[in-house]
T-cell receptor, first 116, second 110 residues
Framework: DTGVSQDPRHKITKRGQNVTFRCDPISEHNRLYWYRQTLGQGPEFLTYFQNEAQLEKSRLLSDRFSAERPKGSFSTLEIQRTEQGDSAMYLC??????????????FGPGTRLTVL | SQQGEEDPQALSIQEGENATMNCSYKTSINNLQWYRQNSGRGLVHLILIRSNEREKHSGRLRVTLDTSKKSSSLLITASRAADTASYFCATREGTYKYIFGTGTRLKVLA
């Protein structure tokens, strides 16, 4: 399967702990996105990478959140000092920066975070 | 902020019937997309309609776009139980930021 993969699929943590999620995009895709989705809502944009450069970041992304894509391939999203309000599904998506294709995003299965 | 707002929030129909859901958005767009999300396959891109298009078809899907009303509709014809899912519209704000609506939860009864 050559789709977008995310790891872990589920994470349960205690409030105050740090967590890190990984996303592996489709190999030739140079665009990578992180979203957060809570129950009954649509995905909410968090950040965007083109290759290794982080070009867009939501104002909703507090300083406890950081994302990296060091070699322009996989990406990590870290949440420090987790809070119960961080409980959500974290989705990763990728797309190809090519005219006519860039807006079509391919999503991973998500990482469900539960903060106790 | 959620730019797209879907209507209705939930829809329940019998297999074989058509399902129509609507999306309204707030700012000017280059294109609008529809995605489907179910528990088995996650979020899947269905169709993209550009701002200079008024209607687009893909299989049993028909999408319309009215830029003067800032609205779009998704029609699923001859629905099947497998169409049971949440459907979201998405638009691009600026260059890289995508805004998804709150979704329509469709249930197709066999």
């Amino acid at each position: 399967d050559t789709g977008v993969s995310q790891d872990p699929r589920h994470k349960i943590t205690k409030r105050g702990q740090n967590v890190t999620f990984r996303c592996d995009p489709i190999s030739e895709h140079n665009r990578l996105y992180w979203y957060r989705q809570t129950l009954g809502q649509g995905p909410e944009f968090l950040t965007y990478f083109q290759n290794e450069a982080q070009l867009e970041k939501s104002r909703l992304l507090s300083d406890r959140f950081s994302a990296e894509r060091p070699k322009g391939s996989f990406s990590t999203l870290e949440i420090q000092r987790t809070e119960q309000g961080d409980s959500a599904m974290y989705l990763c998506a990728s797309s190809l920066a090519q005219t006519g294709l860039a807006d079509t995003q391919y999503f991973g299965p998500g990482t469900r975070l539960t903060v106790l | 902020s959620q730019q797209g707002e879907e209507d209705p929030q939930a829809l329940s129909i019998q297999e074989g019937e058509n399902a129509t859901m609507n999306c309204s958005y707030k700012t000017s767009i280059n294109n609008l997309q529809w995605y489907r999300q179910n528990s088995g396959r996650g979020l899947v891109h269905l169709i993209l309609i550009r701002s200079n298009e008024r209607e687009k078809h893909s299989g049993r899907l028909r999408v319309t776009l009215d830029t003067s009303k800032k609205s779009s509709s998704l029609l699923i014809t001859a629905s099947r139980a497998a169409d049971t899912a949440s459907y979201f519209c998405a638009t691009r704000e600026g260059t890289y930021k995508y805004i998804f609506g709150t979704g329509t939860r469709l249930k197709v009864l066999a």
